[in-house]
């Protein structure tokens, strides 16, 4: 079974600090994703990385920046951590592939929240 | 915005009857995916479905798909109560070099023992 295996699954961070978010993949996925989920708005795509040291934006990267440097790893960090960042943070993997029809794998998520 | 839209946003059954999700979206996609999420978890894949399939079953799921509708559905059949969680549909969308997703907020199923 694939496994993505989310740092912590609860962590407080006050305003204005640096965090980090660590997600690791164990399948050799191409594709990593960060996601955040917020009540009533669903998930929303922040990042994601289609190759080790390549990312991309996605739908609100405002606040965030990632890093990959292995394949396997991906990193979600908050510059300077703001009250509006509180949420789940999900990472999310999967195969690539042009027009591949491949199923993300999901992470537990981490419960962020920054006082 | 080619997101999901699932409905309804809450659903509550007794256990053993069926229950059914609606997912519409908004352009033409590549497939179609359906995910659970228990509480304070991640997101599981379901099913999957492909623009140029109409029906699929898995166990006890049947997921449909119209694309002249831009709608889906997902029926669970003979309902459990270790069923109760979120559902959402994702549509597939191809962006720089991934096969990105687009997610529904969700709809969620309470099955009553």
């Known amino acids: 079974d694939v496994k993505v295996t989310q740092s912590s699954r609860y962590l407080v961070k006050r305003t204005g600090e640096k965090v980090f978010l660590e997600c690791v993949q164990d399948m050799d996925h191409e594709n990593m994703f960060w996601y955040r989920q917020d009540p009533g708005l669903g998930l929303r795509l922040i990042y994601f990385s289609y190759d080790v040291k390549m990312k991309e934006k996605g739908d609100i990267p405002e606040g965030y920046s990632v890093s990959r440097e292995k394949k396997e790893r991906f990193s979600l960090i908050l510059e300077s951590a703001s009250t509006n960042q509180t949420s789940m943070y999900l990472c999310a993997s999967s195969f690539s592939g042009l027009g591949s029809n491949q199923p993300q794998h999901f992470g537990d998520g981490t419960r962020l929240s920054i006082l | 915005s080619q997101q999901g839209e699932e409905d309804p946003q809450a659903l509550s059954i007794q256990e053993g009857e069926n229950a059914t999700m609606n997912c519409s979206y908004k352009?033409?996609?590549?497939?179609l995916q359906w995910y659970r999420q228990n509480s304070g978890r991640g997101l599981v894949h379901l099913i999957l479905?492909?623009?140029?399939?109409r029906e699929k079953h898995s166990g006890r799921l049947r997921v449909t798909l119209d694309t002249s509708k831009k709608s889906s559905s997902l029926l669970i059949t003979a309902s459990r109560a270790a069923d109760t969680a979120s559902y959402f549909c994702?549509?597939?969308?191809?962006?720089?070099?991934?096969?990105?997703?687009?997610f529904g907020t969700g709809t969620r199923l309470t099955v009553i023992p």
């Open positions: 479905i492909r623009s140029n399939e």
């Open positions: 994702a549509t597939a969308r191809y962006q720089t070099g991934a096969n990105n997703l687009f």
């Open positions: 352009t033409s996609i590549n497939n």
